[in-house]
């Protein structure tokens, strides 16, 4: 495959382990780098390995203070970030953090912007892809990003790794926006949604009829805990006694109190995940048969329980069964989204020399029914 070189918007937990799996990828050149802060951009290839190491222990990844960006106006690259509202800065919290700096403008390779996004809109003719590892404390975030995108011209591949299910319709609905633009949108293409979504998928390949399908999955953090503060803070909004507004706003106390609570243990059920309506959309099953639920474990880096996939169906002669998959238990959460996100990502830079638009979640590039 030809040469292709990506973005990064959001180098918080994930976005950091993007660029460093992609190492691993071939054909992937990381160009363009950015936070809430700063923004690096190299059209020679960034040094990853200095990114990470100036970043390291370093990221930004409080939420913001305000809800400005819910109020239908164009999204703000530079918002004041404080500690979940509470004005504490990460350091008081207890959040590991050196250098003057904080986030991406450590590394030598970044400076500070008022627009880091729009300056790698700016860049959009030579960047082939970009992957969205941003927050979802507003469900519009990333949508009317991904709009900035096409108001800016960009003709690529737009891959992100969200979970919530409302957000699937909200990208649908730009879908004529993007096919005009000449964007390939791949959503929800992290772990769960995205590895696991695709799995599903496959394994719903025996059946003519899909009556079932319950994801399950097992994380263990404790090394990983700091660098994933942001993930820990949208899984407890999946909580039945929050929401991502009441999430958003906890404090870093808060959320400790809330894990000392589960003695570092937080199991999920039901939760909205959007696997459901990418395998709908995909004519696997409907979004109704699809559960999501998972158990994790801060305190310790062995997965609570192994990560399972059970797709149960009816085969055309007439067997009912079962189909399971499962992830190994040394797999980190980062290996589960990074490495997915980042083949999505190939998959959909091959639709889009191809000349194929719009929205695709990760169960449309998979045998189809
Ligand atoms: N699908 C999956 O399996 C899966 C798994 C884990 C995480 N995720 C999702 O990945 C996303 C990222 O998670 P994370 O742990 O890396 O979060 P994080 O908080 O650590 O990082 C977010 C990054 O986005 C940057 N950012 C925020 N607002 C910005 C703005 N306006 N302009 C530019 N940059 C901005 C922050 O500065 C930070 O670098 C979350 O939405 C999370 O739910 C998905």
Known sequence: MDEITFAVLGTGGIGRRA?????????????????????????????????????????????????????????????????????????????KQHGEQKGVVASSQARPSEGPIQEI?????????????????????????????????????????????????????????????????ICGAGATPGLLTGAAALAAQSFVEVTDVDIHWGVGLKSGYEDNRGTVREDIAHLPEYDIETARDLSDAEIEAIIDDHDGVIEFEDMEHADDVLLE??????????????????????????????????????????????????TSMEANVNGPALGYLKAGVRRNRAGEYGVFGPADLLPGF
């Open 19 to 95: 660029l460093e799996v992609s190492q691993h990828k071939d054909a992937l050149t990381p160009v363009a780098a950015c936070d809430r802060h700063g923004v690096a951009v190299d059209f020679d290839g960034l040094d990853v390995d200095e990114l990470l190491a100036a970043t390291e222990g370093n990221i930004d990844s409080e939420p913001r203070s305000g809800s400005e960006e819910s109020s239908g106006d164009e999204p703000r690259d530079n918002e004041v970030a404080t500690d979940g509202g509470t004005g504490t800065t990460a350091a008081e919290s207890g959040v």
């Open 121 to 185: 809109i700016d860049h959009g003719d030579r960047i082939d892809a970009v992957l969205l590892a941003l927050p979802n404390y507003e469900h519009d975030f990333i949508p009317r990003t991904a709009d900035r995108f096409a108001e800016g011209g960009y003709a690529g591949v737009m891959i992100d790794v969200l979970k919530r299910s409302r957000v699937i319709d909200m990208l649908d609905d730009r879908s004529d926006e993007f096919e005009e633009s000449g964007i390939t949108f």
């Open 281 to 330: 959309r995909a004519g696997v099953c409907d979004a109704e048969d699809v559960t999501v639920g998972g158990i994790l474990d801060v305190r310790n880096d062995e997965k609570p329980t192994t990560t399972t996939v059970r797709v149960t169906g009816r085969t055309f002669d007439g067997e009912t069964a079962t189909n399971t998959f499962q992830l190994g238990d040394e």
